[in-house]
T-cell receptor
Framework: QKEVEQDPGPLSVPEGAIVSLNCTYS??????FMWYRQYSRKGPELLMY????GNKEDGRFTAQVDKSSKYISLFIRDSQPSDSATYLC???????????FGTGTKLQVIP | GAVVSQHPSRVICKSGTSVKIECRSL??????MFWYRQFPKQSLMLMAT?????????EQGVEKDKFLINHASLTLSTLTVTSAHPEDSSFYIC????????????FGPGTRLTVT
Protein backbone atom coordinates (compact mmCIF):
# COMPACT_ATOMS: atom_id res chain seq x y z
CA GLN A 1 0.00 0.00 0.00
CA LYS A 2 1.30 3.43 -0.94
CA GLU A 3 1.67 6.00 1.81
CA VAL A 4 -0.33 8.49 -0.24
CA GLU A 5 -3.08 7.55 -2.66
CA GLN A 6 -4.41 9.94 -5.28
CA ASP A 7 -6.70 9.24 -8.22
CA PRO A 8 -4.74 10.09 -11.38
CA GLY A 9 -7.86 11.11 -13.31
CA PRO A 10 -8.12 12.66 -15.80
CA LEU A 11 -10.92 14.77 -14.44
CA SER A 12 -12.84 16.90 -16.94
CA VAL A 13 -15.23 19.60 -15.80
CA PRO A 14 -17.02 22.50 -17.49
CA GLU A 15 -15.85 26.01 -16.81
CA GLY A 16 -17.40 27.42 -13.65
CA ALA A 17 -17.82 24.04 -11.94
CA ILE A 18 -16.63 23.27 -8.44
CA VAL A 19 -13.75 20.83 -8.51
CA SER A 20 -12.98 18.44 -5.69
CA LEU A 21 -9.57 16.77 -5.55
CA ASN A 22 -8.72 14.26 -2.86
CA CYS A 23 -5.95 12.21 -1.33
CA THR A 24 -5.87 9.54 1.32
CA TYR A 25 -2.86 8.56 3.35
CA SER A 26 -1.79 5.90 5.78
CA UNK A 27 0.98 7.52 7.85
CA UNK A 28 -0.56 9.01 10.98
CA UNK A 29 2.64 10.98 11.61
CA UNK A 30 1.87 13.35 8.73
CA UNK A 31 1.07 16.82 10.02
CA UNK A 32 1.84 19.14 7.13
CA PHE A 33 -0.31 18.89 4.05
CA MET A 34 0.32 20.65 0.77
CA TRP A 35 -1.23 20.98 -2.64
CA TYR A 36 0.87 21.71 -5.68
CA ARG A 37 -0.17 22.63 -9.20
CA GLN A 38 2.01 21.47 -12.05
CA TYR A 39 1.58 22.62 -15.61
CA SER A 40 2.93 20.40 -18.35
CA ARG A 41 6.74 20.35 -18.46
CA LYS A 42 7.03 22.78 -15.53
CA GLY A 43 8.01 22.43 -11.91
CA PRO A 44 5.28 22.16 -9.26
CA GLU A 45 3.96 25.37 -7.73
CA LEU A 46 2.86 25.45 -4.11
CA LEU A 47 -0.84 26.33 -3.90
CA MET A 48 -1.87 25.67 -0.34
CA TYR A 49 -0.45 24.26 2.84
CA UNK A 50 -2.24 23.27 6.02
CA UNK A 51 -0.94 22.23 9.38
CA UNK A 52 -2.90 19.47 11.15
CA UNK A 53 -6.67 19.26 10.69
CA GLY A 54 -8.96 22.00 9.52
CA ASN A 55 -9.79 24.19 6.58
CA LYS A 56 -7.86 26.89 4.82
CA GLU A 57 -9.18 29.20 2.15
CA ASP A 58 -7.28 31.29 -0.39
CA GLY A 59 -9.34 32.92 -3.10
CA ARG A 60 -11.05 30.23 -5.13
CA PHE A 61 -9.12 27.46 -3.40
CA THR A 62 -10.05 25.69 -0.17
CA ALA A 63 -7.96 22.98 1.44
CA GLN A 64 -9.44 20.60 3.98
CA VAL A 65 -7.68 18.10 6.19
CA ASP A 66 -9.42 15.39 8.17
CA LYS A 67 -6.73 13.61 10.14
CA SER A 68 -9.20 11.23 11.78
CA SER A 69 -10.08 9.85 8.36
CA LYS A 70 -6.60 10.42 6.88
CA TYR A 71 -8.23 12.30 4.04
CA ILE A 72 -7.41 15.65 2.47
CA SER A 73 -9.21 17.64 -0.16
CA LEU A 74 -8.69 20.63 -2.39
CA PHE A 75 -11.74 22.47 -3.70
CA ILE A 76 -11.60 24.87 -6.61
CA ARG A 77 -14.58 27.16 -7.04
CA ASP A 78 -15.58 28.78 -10.32
CA SER A 79 -13.02 26.69 -12.17
CA GLN A 80 -11.29 28.31 -15.14
CA PRO A 81 -9.55 26.83 -18.19
CA SER A 82 -6.30 28.19 -16.74
CA ASP A 83 -6.79 25.79 -13.82
CA SER A 84 -6.15 22.90 -16.20
CA ALA A 85 -3.06 21.22 -14.79
CA THR A 86 -1.98 18.29 -12.66
CA TYR A 87 -2.59 18.73 -8.96
CA LEU A 88 -0.32 16.93 -6.53
CA CYS A 89 -1.02 16.45 -2.89
CA UNK A 90 1.98 16.21 -0.61
CA UNK A 91 2.49 15.65 3.07
CA UNK A 92 5.17 15.51 5.67
CA UNK A 93 5.64 14.69 9.32
CA UNK A 94 7.63 17.88 9.67
CA UNK A 95 10.86 18.13 11.60
CA UNK A 96 12.81 17.99 8.34
CA UNK A 97 11.23 14.68 7.37
CA UNK A 98 10.91 14.16 3.64
CA UNK A 99 7.79 15.14 1.78
CA UNK A 100 5.75 12.35 0.21
CA PHE A 101 3.79 13.14 -2.93
CA GLY A 102 0.70 11.67 -4.46
CA THR A 103 0.82 10.69 -8.11
CA GLY A 104 -1.19 13.75 -9.12
CA THR A 105 -4.66 14.26 -10.59
CA LYS A 106 -4.85 15.68 -14.07
CA LEU A 107 -7.61 18.28 -14.31
CA GLN A 108 -9.06 19.68 -17.50
CA VAL A 109 -11.50 22.59 -17.36
CA ILE A 110 -13.44 22.84 -20.58
CA PRO A 111 -14.52 26.33 -21.77
CA GLY B 1 7.84 35.14 -3.11
CA ALA B 2 10.45 32.43 -2.88
CA VAL B 3 11.99 31.73 -6.27
CA VAL B 4 14.09 28.76 -7.27
CA SER B 5 15.89 28.64 -10.57
CA GLN B 6 17.36 25.70 -12.43
CA HIS B 7 19.89 25.64 -15.20
CA PRO B 8 19.85 24.41 -17.85
CA SER B 9 16.16 23.97 -18.58
CA ARG B 10 16.85 21.45 -21.30
CA VAL B 11 19.95 19.44 -22.17
CA ILE B 12 20.76 16.76 -24.69
CA CYS B 13 23.92 14.76 -24.19
CA LYS B 14 25.55 11.68 -25.59
CA SER B 15 25.67 8.41 -23.75
CA GLY B 16 28.72 8.18 -21.50
CA THR B 17 29.10 11.90 -20.89
CA SER B 18 28.35 13.81 -17.68
CA VAL B 19 25.83 16.58 -17.17
CA LYS B 20 25.65 19.12 -14.37
CA ILE B 21 22.39 20.72 -13.31
CA GLU B 22 22.33 23.78 -11.05
CA CYS B 23 19.62 24.69 -8.57
CA ARG B 24 19.61 28.15 -6.99
CA SER B 25 17.37 29.78 -4.42
CA LEU B 26 17.25 33.37 -5.62
CA UNK B 27 15.79 35.34 -2.74
CA UNK B 28 16.13 33.14 0.31
CA UNK B 29 18.59 30.87 2.02
CA UNK B 30 18.02 27.15 1.79
CA UNK B 31 19.81 24.89 4.24
CA UNK B 32 18.12 21.93 2.59
CA MET B 33 17.51 21.24 -1.07
CA PHE B 34 15.93 18.22 -2.64
CA TRP B 35 16.41 16.56 -5.98
CA TYR B 36 13.54 14.75 -7.66
CA ARG B 37 13.11 12.83 -10.84
CA GLN B 38 9.85 12.63 -12.69
CA PHE B 39 9.06 10.20 -15.46
CA PRO B 40 6.13 10.86 -17.80
CA LYS B 41 2.75 10.51 -16.10
CA GLN B 42 4.39 9.59 -12.83
CA SER B 43 4.77 11.45 -9.60
CA LEU B 44 7.87 13.09 -8.26
CA MET B 45 10.35 10.61 -6.92
CA LEU B 46 12.77 11.90 -4.34
CA MET B 47 16.33 11.06 -5.27
CA ALA B 48 18.30 12.74 -2.53
CA THR B 49 18.26 15.36 0.18
CA UNK B 50 21.06 17.87 0.04
CA UNK B 51 22.19 19.75 3.13
CA UNK B 52 24.52 22.69 2.91
CA UNK B 53 28.03 21.77 3.97
CA UNK B 54 27.43 18.06 4.40
CA UNK B 55 27.03 14.93 2.32
CA UNK B 56 23.74 14.33 0.58
CA UNK B 57 21.37 11.64 1.79
CA UNK B 58 20.29 9.36 -1.04
CA GLU B 59 17.04 7.45 -1.27
CA GLN B 60 17.14 3.69 -1.57
CA GLY B 61 17.96 2.56 -5.07
CA VAL B 62 19.63 5.83 -6.13
CA GLU B 63 23.30 5.39 -7.00
CA LYS B 64 25.31 8.02 -5.16
CA ASP B 65 28.31 7.56 -7.45
CA LYS B 66 26.19 8.17 -10.50
CA PHE B 67 24.22 11.14 -9.22
CA LEU B 68 26.71 13.43 -7.53
CA ILE B 69 25.23 16.16 -5.40
CA ASN B 70 27.07 19.17 -4.05
CA HIS B 71 25.51 21.81 -1.82
CA ALA B 72 28.34 24.25 -1.40
CA SER B 73 26.37 27.28 -0.29
CA LEU B 74 23.00 28.24 1.16
CA THR B 75 21.74 29.18 -2.29
CA LEU B 76 23.25 26.62 -4.65
CA SER B 77 23.06 22.87 -5.07
CA THR B 78 24.27 20.94 -8.09
CA LEU B 79 23.39 17.51 -9.43
CA THR B 80 25.85 15.85 -11.77
CA VAL B 81 24.68 12.85 -13.74
CA THR B 82 27.85 10.93 -14.48
CA SER B 83 28.29 8.53 -17.40
CA ALA B 84 24.75 9.20 -18.51
CA HIS B 85 22.75 6.51 -20.26
CA PRO B 86 19.48 6.74 -22.19
CA GLU B 87 17.57 5.36 -19.19
CA ASP B 88 18.67 8.46 -17.26
CA SER B 89 16.57 10.58 -19.60
CA SER B 90 13.98 12.23 -17.40
CA PHE B 91 12.72 15.47 -15.94
CA TYR B 92 14.88 16.48 -12.97
CA ILE B 93 13.41 18.96 -10.51
CA CYS B 94 15.01 20.53 -7.48
CA UNK B 95 13.31 22.15 -4.56
CA UNK B 96 14.54 24.30 -1.75
CA UNK B 97 13.29 24.48 1.79
CA UNK B 98 13.44 27.94 3.25
CA UNK B 99 15.58 27.88 6.37
CA UNK B 100 13.31 27.85 9.40
CA UNK B 101 10.23 26.75 7.45
CA UNK B 102 10.33 22.99 7.41
CA UNK B 103 7.22 22.26 5.43
CA UNK B 104 7.31 24.62 2.47
CA UNK B 105 9.29 23.49 -0.49
CA UNK B 106 9.70 25.77 -3.47
CA PHE B 107 10.38 24.05 -6.74
CA GLY B 108 12.56 24.97 -9.63
CA PRO B 109 11.18 24.83 -13.17
CA GLY B 110 12.91 21.55 -13.89
CA THR B 111 15.54 20.30 -16.32
CA ARG B 112 14.68 17.95 -19.11
CA LEU B 113 17.59 15.62 -19.77
CA THR B 114 17.74 13.57 -22.93
CA VAL B 115 20.57 11.11 -23.34
CA THR B 116 21.10 9.88 -26.89
Amino acid sequence: QKEVEQDPGPLSVPEGAIVSLNCTYSNSAFQYFMWYRQYSRKGPELLMYTYSSGNKEDGRFTAQVDKSSKYISLFIRDSQPSDSATYLCAMSAGGYQKVTFGTGTKLQVIP
Amino acid sequence: GAVVSQHPSRVICKSGTSVKIECRSLDFQATTMFWYRQFPKQSLMLMATSNEGSKATYEQGVEKDKFLINHASLTLSTLTVTSAHPEDSSFYICSAEQTGFDYEQYFGPGTRLTVT
